[in-house]
């Protein structure tokens, strides 16, 4: 038997000043913290998890992931995100704009992270696995 992961959980972002990226990610973005634990808040990402942590970042790796994503339901949710952000002050670093799989806008959090709002065409999508 194949061991096989059931797909990604969490993701936990060190930052500068937690209460900072906890209002960026609840404000701007709309997250509901789901716990606190120690010195992490836990925010819930549609079903997955989105930890901050407050910290200083590891020694030569400031930020070890290229970007991450946020996928939504239809292009329209990609502009209306662009307002909202906007609204809160979030510059657009790219976007939004159509790419050959869909539409994307792209924007950085208080800490740097690259983050990405996307809308994937139904037909790139892989067809769902058969386990």
Do not use: C
Request: zero cysteines.
């Amino acid at each position: 038997m194949a061991l096989a992961v059931k797909g990604i959980q969490h993701l936990n972002l060190r930052v500068a000043d937690l209460a900072r990226a906890r209002d960026f990610y609840v404000q701007a973005l709309g997250f509901r913290v789901a716990f606190s634990k120690g010195q992490t808040v836990w925010l819930d990402a549609g079903g997955d998890l989105l930890g901050l942590s407050e910290g200083e970042a590891s020694p030569g790796v400031a930020h070890a992931a290229q970007h991450f994503g946020f996928m939504v339901d239809a292009p329209a949710e990609v502009d209306a995100w662009a307002a909202q952000l906007r609204a809160h002050g979030v510059a657009a670093e790219k976007g939004p704009y159509d790419r050959s799989d869909g539409r994307s806008l792209y924007f950085r959090d208080p800490d740097g992270h690259l983050l990405e709002i996307f809308w994937v065409d139904p037909a790139f999508l892989p067809a769902p696995s058969r386990g």
